[in-house]
């Protein structure tokens, strides 16, 4: 079935009529529940199990949709206090994977039914409803205490639902139009594999912290006392920042770093922290100070994912002929991985409250620049080396013979008057 759902149809999109695409309205709704129902019955559950809890269920319910629109990049506006508006990348990556697997769905049914799978359209159709029930989901979960932007929703929820409809039916994308230079549309690919690369890299950054500093998680952990239950739920909902840290992580071996607080900074060069919050996985920081020369190493790590996106592509045969073709591609490539960086950073980093968590998370523009030059310095060294190598073994020698020596056959021994 999966790959009947990755082979590109036959091009039937001109058959395809709006009661084709009505289906998706319903797709949008089930990936909108999808991820906002789990978070609603965990408010609650929540709720529950903290019985010195005066709330009412109303607010309570009201924590869940935040938190889903918070995943959406729409700030929750708090009295008396500054804004929340460091995004829970978790579930981003959850209503994104929502959204891929109600879009591939439709598609099934539209495989299944003989008809054309019209991409743009698909993509634009669940993307607008899935942005407009962001909107809904804002404007009816604000309160006099709380109040996500209903606008910053629905732009959000443009965004994540059209990733997903983009997961969901990328095997039937239409082609670039060909107006696009070459150069450009051969950086489209690799940065997206250069920004994945990063941010992989930025997790085993912090798989390795959560291992070496295990114990210093524990000790919060077991100090908050929040039992099984609690336990459980304080768990799940730092798994849903574990996407977030990641991208501080990419942050720190980009060499920019990122913030835990004002006046703070975790970098390869030192670690200044102040007083932080009791959030157990915050336990994985590194100790402050001045750390070992050998940590800026870990700045290499961009300019060798640079360096290797650009052989893969060179290998796959996707870069452009040319010297000053390919050395284009690898600028863009470094470019617009430096704004996928830029747009990650951004939902990463921001406020937590007021005070001291006013400044959470790394300077967008800072960590997107930093990993561009190194994307870049790393693609063009290794586009260089290439060159030079192919040059080599392809380099043929001249050997001239002396005269007199160009028929004589060297395996037949010497010629003259003594030979036999």
Known sequence: MSELLDRPARDRSSDVTAA???PLLTAAVRAVLLVL?????????????????????AAVVRVGADVWLLGHGSPLAIVGTTPISVAPLGVTLLAVLAGRRAVRSWVRDQLDSE??????????????TYGVLALL??????????AASPPAALVGGLVVGALGAVGGAWAHRTPLPARVP?????????????????????ALALA?????????????????????????????????????????????????????????????????????????????????????????AVVV?????????????????????????RCASVLATAVLAGLLVLVLAAAASGAAGGGRMADLGPAPLTTALAVAGELASGGLLAVLLARGVARLRGRTIDVRLPEGTAGRSFLSGPAGPDAE
């Open 20 to 22: 084709d695409l009505l």
């Open 208 to 296: 390795a912290a959560l291992v070496v500093r295990h114990d210093d998680v524990l000790l919060l952990h077991h100090a908050l006392e929040p039992g099984l239950l609690g336990g459980l739920l304080l768990t799940a909902g730092q798994a849903l920042l574990l996407p977030t840290l990641a991208v501080w992580g990419t942050a720190w071996i980009s060499g920019s770093g990122f913030a835990v607080g004002v006046g703070t900074s975790v970098a390869p060069g030192g670690t200044v922290l102040a007083t932080l919050p009791t959030v157990p996985v915050l336990g994985a920081l590194p100790a402050p100070g001045v750390t070992p020369t050998l940590a800026w």
């Open 182 to 202: 070459p150069w450009a549309a051969a950086a489209l690919r690799p940065a997206a594999t250069a920004t994945a690369a990063l941010v992989g890299l930025g």
């Open 115 to 128: 008809r054309g799978v019209p991409f743009w359209r698909a993509v634009g159709t669940f993307a607008g």
């Open 137 to 146: 989901v804002a404007a009816l979960t604000r309160s006099s205490v709380a």
């Open 301 to 325: 790590l961009p300019v060798l994912v640079g360096a290797g996106v650009a052989l893969l592509e060179a290998r796959r045969g996707a870069w452009p002929t040319g010297l000053l073709a």
């Open 37 to 57: 129902v789990p978070l609603l019955v965990a408010a609650v559950v929540g709720w529950i199990a903290a019985v010195r809890s005066t709330s009412s269920m």
